[in-house]
């Protein structure tokens, strides 16, 4: 299954502020998606980044805040924009590939965990 | 709806011994997957084991395995041998077809291994 890699692994941001986190993937994959995990809570899907156009949100994430890139096969970015304490969260994002059996699996990259005062 | 139901906050079990985290599921697609992920402190996402809602035989991977019941729509998650390094939280997943592949999660379940 595919190694993802995402930086930074941890911030501490100031209000007001934005800050990009970059996920790179050792081999293409037609699928990558962001999720947030707030402090306590499960994972919940931001957006499916889609190479070549715009990113697919989930109800209650809008691009404004959360916009997206995906400029090729192996790469994105999510940009948290104008961070308030409430996005103090872990932003992880994942990938579809193959396990040893051939099933469709999300690997995840180590997560960016972002602190905002 | 809650697609996923983990109705275990915590669990300890003692080292070597066997852990049984439930899960149950809710969906009206005939072609569907439940996964398990681990997640320790570090905060990293570990895929364990998957099943298919038309594999025959549950799913295993060495001291994992899946006690999958399609009629009750349960996916439990087998432990044997608890290790110290197996405590962290454990999240069930179903992808539904229809989904394309998005996972919805469970709340988590956190195992704390005594030795």
């Known amino acids: 299954s595919a190694v993802i890699s995402q930086k930074p692994s941890r911030d501490i941001c100031q209000r007001g502020t934005s800050l990009t986190i970059q996920c790179q993937v050792d081999?293409?994959?037609?699928?990558m998606f962001w999720y947030r995990q707030q402090p306590g809570q499960s994972l919940t899907l931001i957006a499916t980044?889609?190479?070549?156009?715009?990113?697919?949100?989930e109800s209650g994430f809008v691009i404004d805040k959360f916009p997206i890139s995906r400029p090729n096969l192996t790469f994105s970015t999510l940009t948290v924009s104008n961070m308030s304490p409430e996005d103090s969260s872990i932003y992880l994002c994942?990938?579809?590939?193959?396990?040893?059996?051939?099933?469709?699996?999300?690997?995840f990259g180590a997560g960016s965990r972002l602190t905002v005062l | 709806a809650q697609k996923i139901t983990q109705t275990q906050p915590g669990m300890f079990v003692q080292e070597k011994e066997a852990v049984t985290l439930d899960c149950t599921y809710d969906?009206?697609?005939?072609?569907?997957?439940l996964f398990w992920y681990k997640q320790p402190s570090s905060g990293e996402m570990i895929f364990l084991i998957y099943?298919?809602?038309?594999?025959?035989q549950n799913a295993t991977e060495g001291r994992y395995s899946l006690n999958f019941q399609k009629a009750r729509k349960s996916a439990n998650l087998v432990i044997s041998a608890s290790q110290l390094g197996d405590s962290a939280m454990y999240f069930c997943?179903?992808?539904?077809?229809?989904?394309?592949?998005?996972?919805?999660f469970g709340a988590g379940t956190t195992v704390t291994v005594r030795a």
């Open positions: 994942s990938a579809l590939g193959q396990d040893h059996s051939g099933a469709n699996v999300l690997t």
């Open positions: 980044a889609n190479q070549g156009s715009e990113a697919t949100y």
């Open positions: 099943q298919g809602s038309y594999d025959q």
């Open positions: 969906t009206s697609d005939p072609s569907y997957g």
């Open positions: 997943a179903m992808r539904e077809t229809v989904n394309d592949y998005k996972l919805s």
């Open positions: 081999s293409q994959v037609t699928m």
